[in-house]
Each structure stands twice: as C-alpha cells, then as structure tokens.
C-alpha cells in the first residue's frame, strides 16, 4: 500500500533475541496500529498511537513496546522474543475519525525458533 | 465489549455462483462498518465500508448492506470469479471514536473454476 513502508519483509530469529519491526509512513494520518495476524484468529491489535507522542496498549500488548516520537515512525519492539511471537505483523494508519478506514501495510512475517 | 463474528471457512464455490459471506456484530453507539480484503502475501485492503444504518457500502461488484435491526453486515456478491480468491474480513469501528478497527476472524474464499 503506497504511503506505508514496513521492514524487515520477513525475519527468522532466536528466542530471545531484541527485534524491533519498523513502520513509517508518509501520509501524515495521525494514528498508526500494530496488529498480529495468526490463522484462525483474525487481526488483533497489540498497540496503537493516536497522535505523535501518545500510545496505548491494544488487546495483545504483552511482550511488545512501541514509541511514537513522530507523526511519521511507529517502531514496535520485541525485547526479548518468544516463540509464541512468531506471526505476520501489520501496521496500519488511519484519521482518528472512527469512519473512516484503516491502511495496511504490506506486513512482517517474523517466525521465532 | 466490541465484537465481530464471521461465518466460518473455508467457503469454495464454482465460478459465476453466488456469494454471501455473513458478518454479524456486537457493538454500543452506531459504529461503522468495513469489509477487508487480503489477497495471498499482501496487506489488508479496505473493499466497502457503511458508516449508518441502512447504507449500502459497494465496490468491485460486492455488497454489504448495514442493518441495524439484525446487527449485521453480510457481504455479497452476485457472480465470483477466480480473481475473487481471498480472505475476507468484517471489522467494526470501536465505540470509543478513535479509530481503533475490532475485526472478524476472516473467512477464506476459494473460487474455483
């Protein structure tokens, strides 16, 4: 999706290994999403930022950080990798509006071993 | 809280056969509605959205209408194509107005032809 960059594309790494997934974008929207996305399961949020220099905690938050010190980065940090954290991260953006849509990234495949 | 709930997959129907996708939702307030479209290997693209009852959200030849007495937002269309192979999800914006998405499992989709 233009306007959204994430990277690393994939990532293989060791259990307790420090990770950090990167997001920028350049669509100035104020808020920016970090989901997981595992079979059966669906999307689920596990932090969010309204606006530069805010977050919040979603409904998976545990075992991630995210910073937010520019409309335009929202890294998410893996301090210290667990298997269970293997799963294709999404970030997203969107107006703080509640109609209107959220946009996708391409996503992260990260696997944990 | 918030929900969303999907007919389960995988849905495999024949070329030009109807389809329905069913979503329903639990929600307080007068949410918007989406419906999410993810091609194999990329991000989640927005397909239709309705942001009232009884709006009609349209697009590429899919459906969903917003009803409010039933809480749902089943997503048709009338003639499927092989390109049509994806999976699908219904999402809800949250209560809250901050336009945080509470998403569907995903119904898979599989066109066969």
């Known amino acids: 999706i233009a306007g959204i960059t994430q990277a690393p594309t994939s990532q293989i790494l060791a259990a307790g290994r420090r990770m950090t997934l990167r997001c920028t974008q350049d669509?100035?929207?104020?808020?920016m999403y970090w989901y997981r996305q595992d079979l059966g399961l669906g999307l689920r949020l596990i932090h969010y930022s309204n606006t530069a220099g805010t977050t919040g905690k979603g409904e998976v938050p545990d075992g991630y950080s995210v910073s937010r010190a520019n409309t335009d980065d929202f890294p998410l940090t893996l301090a210290s990798a667990v298997p269970s954290q293997t799963s294709v991260y999404f970030c997203a953006i969107s107006d703080t509006k509640g109609d209107q849509p959220q946009h996708f990234g391409d996503g992260t495949r990260l696997s944990i071993l | 809280g918030d929900s969303v709930t999907q007919m389960e997959g995988p849905v495999t129907l024949s070329e030009e056969a109807f389809l329905t996708i069913n979503c329903t939702y639990t929600a307080t307030g007068y949410p918007s509605l989406f419906w999410y479209v993810q091609y194999p290997g990329e991000g989640l693209q927005l397909l239709l959205k309705?942001?009232?009852?009884?709006d009609k959200g349209s697009n590429k030849g899919f459906e969903a209408t917003y009803r409010k007495e039933t809480t749902s937002f089943h997503l048709e269309k009338g003639s499927v194509q092989v390109s049509d192979s994806a999976v699908y999800f219904c999402a809800l914006s949250g209560s809250s107005n901050t336009g945080k998405l509470i998403f569907g499992q995903g119904t898979t989709l599989q066109v066969k032809p």
């Open positions: 669509m100035r929207h104020n808020a």
């Open positions: 309705a942001t009232k009852a009884d």
